[in-house]
């Protein structure tokens, strides 16, 4: 069993930055592939961005296409923590982000992950 805890949300202007962090509890966080989705009012869940720990390569971090460039996914395995760095925000970029846990590799962006947090709201708005 996995629990995560988001934090870290709350309204910016465009233009802003903003940092989520997940706290993970459990003994075998480096076992997990951590990922970010979002979902906002009326919308599918999309996935943000995840981060992927292997033997054979270390931690590999995935990004969608539509925040490339401005956001920036994190993980400290000793502190059982995945920060989503959020620079240059939008008013598209407004939704509540959850944080997600699952043991794989590979097709990061299906949200068919195991354990989710409750979610953190970020509103970006002048």
């Known amino acids: 069993q996995v629990q995560l805890v988001e934090s870290g949300g709350g309204l910016v202007r465009p233009g802003g930055s903003l940092r989520l962090s997940c706290a993970a509890s459990?003994?075998?966080?480096?076992?997990?592939?951590m990922g970010w989705f979002r979902q906002a009012p009326g919308k599918e869940r999309e996935f943000v961005a995840a981060?992927?720990?292997?033997?054979?390569?270390?931690?590999?971090?995935f990004v969608a296409d539509s925040v490339k460039g401005r956001f920036t996914i994190s993980r400290d395995n000793a502190k059982n923590t995945v920060h989503l760095q959020m620079n240059n925000l939008k008013p598209e970029d407004t939704a509540v982000y959850y944080c997600?846990?699952?043991?794989?590799?590979?097709?990061?962006?299906?949200?068919?992950?195991?354990?989710w947090g409750q979610g953190t709201q970020v509103t970006v708005s002048s």
């Open positions: 997600a846990a699952d043991r794989r590799y590979g097709d990061y962006a299906n949200p068919g992950y195991a354990y």
């Open positions: 459990g003994r075998t966080f480096s076992d997990y592939t």
């Open positions: 981060a992927a720990v292997s033997w054979w390569s270390g931690t590999s971090t």
